[in-house]
């Protein structure tokens, strides 16, 4: 599987930013896709994510009710809709897929994208 993300960039404290992610080389429907991000200095922790079609969505504590996950899975993408965005959400963001949820929760899934960029200046 190949993740290819997208939609990073540089935005003022209380912008929004959507971010995308592909995946390609296997039928996903059924794998967990999700997101994680890395701040510098900080360990990687996970974002949001959901399971295969129609499982519960689920958001680290620091960004739920500002971001909403969503996937498509006619075109395997995932996306990352960020609003109210402050300087602490300042990291690289990864995409990530794996069969399990739980692998995806942890921040040890089978697959991760290369990242993209999110700068938020104050």
């Known amino acids: 599987v190949q993740l290819v993300e997208s939609g990073g960039g540089l935005v003022q404290a209380g912008g929004s930013l959507t971010l995308s992610c592909v995946a390609s080389?296997?039928?996903?429907?059924?794998?967990?896709m999700g997101w994680h991000r890395q701040a510098p200095g900080k360990e990687r922790e996970f974002v949001a994510g959901?399971?295969?079609?129609?499982?519960?969505?689920y958001y680290g504590n620091s960004v739920r009710g500002r971001f909403t996950f969503s996937r498509d899975n006619a075109t395997n993408t995932v996306y990352l809709k960020m609003n109210n965005l402050n300087p602490e959400d300042t990291a690289v963001y990864y995409c990530?897929?794996?069969?399990?949820?739980?692998?995806?929760?942890?921040?040890?899934?089978?697959?991760w994208g290369q990242g993209t960029q999110v700068s938020v200046s104050s």
């Open positions: 990530a897929v794996d069969e399990r949820i739980r692998q995806l929760y942890i921040g040890a899934p089978e697959f």
């Open positions: 080389g296997r039928i996903i429907n059924n794998y967990a």
């Open positions: 959901s399971g295969w079609i129609g499982a519960d969505t």
